[in-house]
Structures are given as C-alpha cells and as structure tokens.
C-alpha cells in the first residue's frame, strides 16, 4: 500500500522513509504542503498518510481539515511534538485516525502502519495477461500461482507503476521509490535497467516508455 510521509524535518523525514521501504512499503516523501496537495491529486485511493503539524508553509492541521472535506478517507496518522492532550483532541476531531507524538520509535510506527493497513478492504489480485496476477497486499507477484522472485527495486518500482495502471508515472517519481533500497540491491539500480529486469519477468508490453516523460503500466 502507498504512504504518503508529509515531514519537513530530513533527519527524521529520511529515517521514516527508509524504515518504511525496507519494511516494503511504497513511501513518497513530500517536505511541504503544496508539494503534498499536488502528489494526492494522482494518489492511489488506497492509501495511508502520515502527516507533520508543523510545515514550512502551512499548519498540518489545515491540510488534514481540507482533506477531509473533499471526501478523502485514506487513514491518516499525525506525526507531531504537540504533546497535550488539547492537541490530541484537535487532530482526532480534525479527521485524524491516530496520533503519534515526537519522539517516537520506528519500531512503534511501523506497527502503527500496519495496524492502519489492517482496516482497509482486503484488495484482491490484479490478474494480468500470460498467466501472471499481483498481490500488492502480499507485496508479490506471481506466475500460475507460484511467486516470482523481484529484487526489493524492482518491486518498488512495479508497485508504483501499478498504483496508476494506465497512467504515465513520471521518471522522478519511481526513483524516489527506489531510491531508499537501492543499498540492498547488489545488481544496477539505473531505472532503465530495472524496468528492463521487470519486463523479462513480466512480459514486454506490460510497461511502455514515454521518452521525457516516465513509464506507463498496461495490465
């Protein structure tokens, strides 16, 4: 499932979004709000957020007021130092699911995440032409029913691809997904090289190139 981390702090904002990649979920890191507000536009609807009150330029609290006002229901974990139970109160009432307070262990955000994942419809597998289907729940893609093995790149990258099936991702996008597990993965990490790994294993025309733009997903 895709995780849209919102954290100006890059200290805290990398070691969340690696913690997250290596536990094999699909972050996008965006440091500000306008940068949040103009990734969700192509957001997949399943997806989980954690959000920091205190941007550069805006009040989380805003963001997740506006949010919730278009309709948006993904679940939505606050990441803050504002500690008093007031502030609790405030995010709760604003639309948030839960709410974690700075400092705070990876450990216990991650299963906070998954607790967060937990209550979302259970997604069934996106079958795919030659015998292939996606579990993106599962994280793994298989063939007749028998896994086929993906590097940690690789599967970030696809997984990304196959948020949007049919839409072009841009080429900036599905690096910064594969950027955080790139130090676990021994064989080139160019993102030429690993659609090129994907299509062997997936088939060819699954994945089109548009040149200056990004990569498209054609189940």
Not at 73 to 102: C, E, F, M, Q
Not at 106 to 134: F, K, N, T
Request: aromatic fraction near 4%; include cysteine.
């Amino acid at each position: 499932m895709p995780i849209l981390l919102v954290e100006d702090d890059e200290v805290l904002g990398q070691a969340v979004r690696d913690s997250l990649a290596h536990a094999g979920r699909q972050p996008h890191w965006c440091r500000n709000a306008a940068s949040a507000r103009a990734w969700v536009h192509d957001a997949p609807p399943s997806l989980i957020v954690l959000l920091d009150l205190g941007l550069p330029d805006g009040d989380g609290l805003a963001l997740l007021a506006e949010w919730r006002a278009a309709g948006k229901a993904w679940p939505i974990l606050v990441l803050t130092a504002r500690d008093s139970v007031s502030d609790r109160v405030r995010g709760l009432r604003a639309g948030a699911d839960d709410y974690l307070v700075k400092p705070f262990d990876l450990l216990e955000l991650l299963a906070r995440v998954d607790a967060l994942a937990r209550r979302q419809p259970a997604r069934a597998l996106l079958p795919l032409r030659g015998g292939l289907q996606l579990d993106l729940g599962r994280r793994r893609l298989l063939r007749d029913g028998l896994a086929v093995e993906l590097t940690a790149m690789e599967w970030a990258v696809l997984a990304a691809l196959a948020s949007a099936p049919g839409r072009i991702v841009e080429r900036s996008r599905l690096e910064s997904c594969a950027e955080p597990v790139q130090k676990g993965d021994a064989q080139s990490n160019t993102l030429e090289v690993i659609v090129s790994r994907l299509r062997r294993k997936l088939g060819a025309d699954h994945i089109s190139t548009h040149r200056g733009l990004g990569y498209r997903f054609e189940p």
